[in-house]
């Protein structure tokens, strides 16, 4: 028995196509605004805090607040070599 493919065509198309928008304004800012196009960024700050932490754990750093700038990296290396210099 052979079965026939169906193809697309413009005859199996709905008639009309709706395309409906609601406005919801965001609560967590004064403006009421959404970002837009951000989301695919949003796993990048962690990521890099993560690899931070894993390069300076030998350290006994476990922890550093985003933005991790040079200065604030520098303060936690400078402070963790202080901590083990006064534990020793």
Not at 6 to 34: E, H, M, W
């Amino acid at each position: 028995m052979r079965m026939r493919a169906s193809r697309p065509s413009t005859r199996r198309r709905p008639k009309r196509l709706g395309v409906r928008t609601d406005r919801v304004p965001a609560k967590t800012n004064p403006l009421g605004i959404k970002g837009a196009g951000e989301a695919g960024a949003t796993g990048a700050p962690p990521a890099v805090i993560g690899a931070i932490l894993d390069a300076l754990r030998p350290l006994g750093i476990t922890h550093i607040d985003m933005p991790a700038t040079p200065n604030k990296i520098w303060q936690a290396i400078h402070k963790a070599h202080s901590a083990k210099a006064a534990a020793e």
